[in-house]
T-cell receptor, first 113, second 115 residues
Framework: SAVISQKPSRDICQRGTSLTIQCQVDSQVTMMFWYRQQPGQSLTLIATANQGSEATYESGFVIDKFPISRPNLTFSTLTVSNMSPEDSSIYLC??????????FGEGSRLTVL | GESVGLHLPTLSVQEGDNSIINCAYSNSASDYFIWYKQESGKGPQFIIDIRSNMDKRQGQRVTVLLNKTVKHLSLQIAATQPGDSAVYFCAEIRNSGGSNYKLTFGKGTLLTVNP
């Protein structure tokens, strides 16, 4: 499996601010995704990060709140905009190579005060 | 709507016992299923997968069983060890081709192994 690095691993943010999470894969992958995992809960897909084009968002998630970039085959960013305490969560980057398994980064734990 | 869920939210076993974690799914069109293990503070880690045209698949100390008749999936861990303590998620994959690949997670089961 490839290795996924996420930065920051954790952060404490003030209400109303925005934070960008970076995801770097150590090899080229075909697909990249962003998930959210709220405390004690399962993972929910936010969006598929498409290389060179706009991300595909799942129901309940919008580009204005969670803008995503994917400038190449190994890197993506997720921004959590205008944060509120309800955005406190773990945000996970994942990637898939061709027909291979989906593997995950260690996540970015956000706490919004 | 379509969903993937679990029968038991928590499971506590003694070291050395076998563990069985269950999962129910509702979408019969799913292509295959994956079990993930998530330790505290870490991302999910792939354990084993099974395609929808299979009933059983074995790995090292783990076995996944798929019963398509009742839409049920289980993960069996043999000789459970303290290092197996984690949350286990089943995930359902629908791949309708091209970029239409979607992984949906179940609720998760917390497995605690007592020494």
């Amino acid at each position: 499996s490839a290795v996924i690095s996420q930065k920051p691993s954790r952060d404490i943010c003030q209400r109303g601010t925005s934070l960008t999470i970076q995801c770097q894969v150590d090899s080229q992958v075909t697909m990249m995704f962003w998930y959210r995992q709220q405390p004690g809960q399962s993972l929910t897909l936010i969006a598929t990060a498409n290389q060179g084009s706009e991300a595909t968002y799942e129901s309940g998630f919008v580009i204005d709140k969670f803008p995503i970039s994917r400038p190449n085959l190994t890197f993506s960013t997720l921004t959590v905009s205008n944060m509120s305490p309800e955005d406190s969560s773990i945000y996970l980057c994942s990637a898939r190579r061709n027909a291979g398994e989906l593997f995950f980064g260690e996540g970015s734990r956000l706490t919004v005060l | 709507g379509e969903s993937v869920g679990l029968h038991l939210p928590t499971l506590s076993v003694q070291e050395g016992d076998n563990s069985i974690i269950n999962c129910a799914y509702s979408n019969s069109a799913s292509d295959y299923f994956i079990w993930y293990k998530q330790e505290s503070g870490k991302g999910p880690q792939f354990i084993i997968d099974i395609r929808s045209n299979m009933d059983k698949r074995q790995g090292q100390r783990v076995t996944v069983l798929l019963n398509k008749t009742v839409k049920h999936l289980s993960l069996q861990i043999a000789a459970t060890q303290p290092g197996d303590s984690a949350v286990y998620f089943c995930a359902e994959i629908r791949n309708s081709g091209g970029s239409n690949y979607k992984l949906t997670f179940g609720k998760g089961t917390l497995l605690t192994v007592n020494p």
